[in-house]
Each structure stands twice: as structure tokens, then as C-alpha cells.
């Protein structure tokens, strides 16, 4: 029953042939339902500077990303946490308190530009597909009225949960890429985690924290260097082989 309607595309993201659930229409309409109850939670930051500021970032990697089928989207969530977070079908959200953490532009766009990688590369609706027989089950025995709220509660909740290490890095990979074709410096990523791995001595473990919801910053910068220089120093190699 899982397997039927399952399709079998070529991502341009991932560069593999790749067999999912929920097309380009329905990975939409997900980003729809669960979009409301984001902001249901956090309030929307109106300040016109702000908003414009990361709307023309969006708007400049989305132009160079590798899904030009989607209308991108992306809205401050006024409140402290440092973290971001995407959702299937084109939507960003930034916490007010990681905008106040970058030091500049070229970081901002290192963070949207990994949000936008994992919706290019279906991170989350890979993700939602996999726990897909759960929320079948949990979604079956419970009246017919509640379902689509349950099931729309459940995507919510995977949409903050951990990506696998490999999503964090592909993500952050193509986040170099875009960065590139966009005109900002990929080197700020690597600015930017650093201050995060300051934070994170610093601060107490926040449900939403950057730090756990996209873990491994020394992999991470050791990843993004090699993506922007082409080689591997030994440095970041240490890094990428012992976990931080």
C-alpha cells in the first residue's frame, strides 16, 4: 500500500535518480498546512528593514538553486532562538536571534542558502516519507474529523526534529554552491559557525537551538572548506573523522 503511488525522478540537487511520494504538487500543499501552525506558534517580525533584507537574499539564491518549480517564501519569526528552519514546497524561517548572531550579509545568506539546499534537495519530505507508515497508523486510529490535524501536528514536529548528518552536509554543499553562483562569500559560513561553537559554550541547550536541531559544527566547517577550496587540509580532516 506504501508503494503505490510512488514516482521516480531525476534531482538536480542530489544528482540521483530518486523514488518519492509526494510530487511537486503535494509537496506544496504540505508546506501549505504546516506553514499556519508555524506562525500560530511564533509571532511574525514586521519590520520592513529586516524583512526586506532577507526576502532580497532568498530571492538572489533562488534565482541560481537547482528548483526553479517552486515560488519561494520566507518570514522572521520574532523570538530568540539562533536557528532556521525550511519546510517542503519552498517555505524559510528565521529566528529573530539568528539574525542578531550574523555579522553580515555573506553569513545571512550562508543560513538561507542551507535552507534553501534542504528544500532543493527534499530533505524534508524524504524525511516525512520515511515516518510516513508511522503517521498512517497513528493517523488510522483516530476519528475521521481529527485526522488532518494529527497528521499536519506530526510533519510539524519532524520539521524541527534532527536531519540525518549526511542531509546537514549536502545541504551545506550546496549551500556553497549557491552562494557562489549568487555573489556572496561561502567563507562566511565558516565565520558563522564559529560564532555558534561560542554560543554554544555560552548558552543553555534551547529546545530549538541551532546547535541541536543542525549538529556536528566542526564537521560542518570542515566540510564547507573543502567544498569552497577543492582540497581537504589535515586540519578538517581531523574534524570530519572524529565527532564534535
Known sequence: MLLQGCTTEYNLATRREESLFYGTEKEVKIGEAIAPKI???YAILSDI???????????????????KDLVYFIKVLD??????VSLPGGYVYVFRGLIEKVGSDDELAGVIAHEVGHITARHGVKRMQAAYAA???????????????????LAINSMFMEY??????EADRLAVKYL??????????????EKLKVEKDKEPLRQYSYWRTHPYLSQRIAVVNQ???GKLEFRDYLNLTVNN
Open 79 to 84: 523570538d530568540d532562538p539562533i536557528n532556521a
Open 164 to 169: 540525518s548528518q549526511e542531509d546537514e552536509f
Open 180 to 193: 557562489k553562483k549568487a555573489g556572496y562569500d561561502p567563507r562566511a559560513m565558516v565565520t558563522f559557525f
Open 227 to 229: 567544498e569552497v577550496s
Open 39 to 41: 506562525e500560530e506558534e
Open 49 to 67: 528593514d529586516v524583512n526586506e533584507r532577507v526576502e532580497t537574499i532568498l530571492a538572489r539564491i533562488a534565482a541560481v538553486c537547482d528548483r
Open 135 to 153: 503517521m498512517v497508523l497513528q493517523v488510522a486510529s483516530i476519528p475521521a474529523g481529527g485526522r488532518v490535524a494529527s497528521g499536519v501536528n
